[in-house]
């Protein structure tokens, strides 16, 4: 079959999770912030940059219905596709390689539904790196002292000045992503954390190159996390 020389910006919103560690009832990305769903000021941001083209989400099965309802509501004009994900992450993933994986010359921006505050910076900032790199990653340097542990006793400190911590998007030229996961497939113990790592682990040889993150781009893990969320959606009013 012959290649499709497709080049686009396709935005995937990674919305597979059914658990909640803030204490709802319901996955976090449904949780409301100042009127608005969690994800729906995720797919707000993407929908609004000029530079995507396309976005697709991805989500647990059981919550098509609603999510379908969401777009509707909304009345976005890029979410064209709402795609089943798993019960890993990396299923998610692979649900997005296989929606569009003949578009390889095209660009996947892999985001957290749960990171609502995502700055049009930082996606142009991803975009305009995928234009001389094939994956991309979004980071912000570490503050803190680290220690790495072992039976609660400090086994070393690493320095801070070569770690960061990671956000998303993640971001990749579809051939790349492709053939990660196809190779990591093929590996027994595959171990799969995030998107970057796999392209880490399984192709070496592909440099992902940092963009600057910002410490706004939280993502919503805990309770704790709401109020500081809803403090920076005031401050952008």
């Known amino acids: 079959m012959q290649r499709k020389l497709i080049s686009m910006n396709i935005a995937v919103i990674l919305a597979g999770g059914v658990g909640s560690r803030v204490g709802a009832d319901r996955p976090k990305q449904f949780l409301e912030i100042r009127g608005r769903m969690v994800i729906e000021r995720t797919i707000d941001a993407f929908e609004a940059n000029a530079n995507i083209d396309e976005i697709a989400v991805v989500i647990n099965p059981m919550y098509i219905d609603e999510m379908e309802s969401i777009v509707k509501r909304n009345g976005w004009k890029k979410v064209r596709r709402i795609l089943k994900g798993g019960t890993e992450r990396y299923m998610s993933t692979l649900s997005a ?27 142009d900032r991803v975009i305009n790196a995928l234009e001389e790199h094939d994956a991309v990653g979004v980071a912000v340097k570490v503050t803190d002292t680290i220690w790495e542990t072992d039976d609660d006793t400090i086994k070393s400190i690493p320095n801070r000045n070569m770690l960061m911590r990671a956000q998303t998007p993640q971001a990749f030229k579809m051939r790349v992503i492709k053939e990660a996961y196809r190779i990591g497939l093929q590996d027994p113990n595959m171990c799969s954390t995030d998107d970057c790592g796999m392209v880490m682990r399984y192709m070496p040889e592909e440099k992902i190159f940092i963009v600057e993150g910002e410490e706004q781009n939280i993502k919503l893990t805990y309770k704790e996390d709401m109020p500081y969320i809803e403090m920076l959606i005031n401050k952008q009013k």
């Open 97 to 123: 390689i296989k929606a569009y994986g003949d578009m390889e010359e095209s660009n996947m921006l892999f985001h957290d539904a749960v990171r609502p505050m995502v700055s049009q910076v930082i996606i």
